[in-house]
């Protein structure tokens, strides 16, 4: 009885001899490869017990097809989301102020009969939201503005996580806005993420190139992490761009000091009433001491702090009375 492996082997022989019809040039080639599956499985392509009834060829085309068709379907189904699923996802993107109004929106288009196509629901709703927010884009600017400043607040009383939360919606709302990113930076910086406080700053400059602040909001989160000579290139960038502002250049002499202190080639502390003598103190260790970096970011997240900050008013920063006592517990040996 004639088995599967003879009449493949068969139709094999009658794909390659319908070949040497078609491909001439090749012919000779093809026959001795005839001559070589007949010896080796002992058949005769003539024999009529191992012939089949379907030809080599549209066996292997229907394979393909019905393969392709399958995998086609697979992926579709598994990457599709349901317009249930697409209109929740876009809602959770418009401000709450307008969502009820974008939702009726919404209805009047499944009522019009827009969303009838599934295959082309995602298109629908993304251009949909896209027209809305732009018919709306003075109040979608005030709602950004107005988390900002609840941003601020939170920010000034050390709730930070809130205060993240309210920049993360401000940017979703209105991505444009340098101010938004430079303030979210200085929250991560409260939250100790420096790498993502420069990632935010990064984005403030591409949107406002001379933002002097998102500079030294970078160089601080440099500094943090050590990084001295990414800092200073970051806080002569902001001298730069405002060349009378104090705070930059107090910043930028901090960071050379550090620096310094880290090659242990420290410069001699300033003489200020009240403070402490900190020569020979091993600053590189006492920067990588989480108790001091906490301690110091406290006293820098209080508003009366942040307030000689921006006011430039270093005498009395320096003779803050927190940061004397701070100053005072690192000189006791």
Known sequence: ?????????????????????????????????????????????????????????????????????????TTTTTTKLSKEELLNQTYSEIPD???????????????????????????????????FMESKAGEVKAIAEKLKNEGNAKLNEGKHQEALSCYNKAILYDNTNAIYFANRAATYSALQNFEKSIEDC????????????????????????????????????AIELEPNNETFKASLANAERLAAAANNQAPAMPNIPGMPDLGGLDFGSLLSNPAIRGLANNLMSDPKMKEMMDNGDMASLLNNPDLLKMFGNLGKK
């Open 202 to 237: 990064v984005e403030a400059i591409k949107r406002n190139p001379n933002y002097g602040k998102a500079y030294t909001r970078m160089g601080s989160a440099y500094t943090s992490l050590g990084k001295f000579t990414e800092a200073m290139e970051a806080y002569n960038k």
């Open 1 to 73: 009885m004639a088995s599967n492996k003879q009449k493949l082997a068969v139709s094999i022989l009658n794909f390659l001899k319908a070949s040497m019809k078609e491909d001439a040039e090749n012919a000779e080639s093809l026959q001795v490869a005839v001559e070589c599956i007949r010896d080796v499985f002992g058949v005769d392509e003539n024999d009529s017990t191992l012939q089949v009834s379907t030809p080599l060829s549209q066996i292997f085309d229907k394979f393909i097809g019905e393969n392709n068709t399958t995998t086609t379907t």
């Open 97 to 131: 102020e307008l969502l009820e109004s974008f939702k009726q929106f919404i209805t009047i288009l499944e009522q019009k009969g827009a969303f009838a196509n599934k295959d082309s629901c995602e298109t629908v709703i993304k251009a949909t939201k896209q027209k």
